[in-house]
């Protein structure tokens, strides 16, 4: 019986393995290459479109997870010394800066998308859920906040509120020491640089986030 058991278990190895590399080969074809990159297609639009609708934003608990922990801690702190209005405020021009700065993201992303190789398809395949996602951050991390970095530091500086932050903070160098700066002019360009991350974090968050809702079509498509 210990021999059949071998045998069996050599077959079941082997039909497993055949199905994965047919996953693989399927999408890595030019169909499978175009069921992925429509779903990325899908997650861009839909997270661009949260970026558009402030109130769609500022409710998204994707976008608030997003959100870096220093900066997290700066609104902490000002909300401990009764500025709650301010963290309100800034958190609405920074929706208002992720409205303007969805225009640079888009393309971007994009061509991300466009960009994708077999190889990346076949790591997709065999990845998990949300792989194709990071793929993507993988290539167009760096070009974003190359692109956003200073359109929102634009932004936050013609509404005032880096500024209004920097001066609320600015005794006892409050606000250096939460970012780990000595210089406030420094500091203060960090606060433009975490709402960039932010933003950034955000629209891969709401991208993995409709890669996930659609796993099923992507695994579906790659079984046929």
Excluded: W
């Amino acid at each position: 019986m210990r021999p059949r058991f071998i045998i069996t278990a050599t077959i079941a190895t082997v039909a497993v393995a055949g199905v994965s590399h047919s996953c693989v080969a399927l999408a890595t074809s030019s169909i499978g290459l175009s069921i992925i990159k429509k779903i990325l297609i899908g997650g861009i639009t839909s997270g661009v479109s949260t970026f558009q609708n402030k109130e769609a934003f500022m409710s998204n608990s994707l976008i608030d997870q997003a959100m870096p922990s220093q900066l997290r801690s700066i609104n902490s702190t000002l909300t401990s010394l009764g500025l709650s209005s301010l963290v309100n405020k800034e958190k609405e021009y920074i929706a208002e800066a992720a409205a303007f700065t969805s225009k640079f993201a888009e393309p971007i992303l994009i061509n991300g998308v466009n960009s994708l190789t077999t190889d990346d398809a076949a790591r997709i395949a065999q990845g998990g859920s949300g792989i194709a996602s990071q793929i993507l951050r993988e290539k167009t991390e760096s070009q974003l906040v190359a692109a956003l970095a200073p359109e929102v530091d634009k932004k936050l500086n013609e509404y005032g509120i880096v500024k209004t932050i920097n001066t609320a903070l600015k005794g006892n160098n409050i606000l250096g020491s939460l970012l780990g700066q000595s210089n406030n002019s420094t500091s203060a360009s960090m606060l433009s640089n975490l709402a960039s991350q932010q933003l950034v974090n955000g629209m891969f968050a709401l991208i993995t986030n409709y890669e996930k809702q659609n796993t099923d079509v992507i695994t579906n498509a790659l079984k046929k």
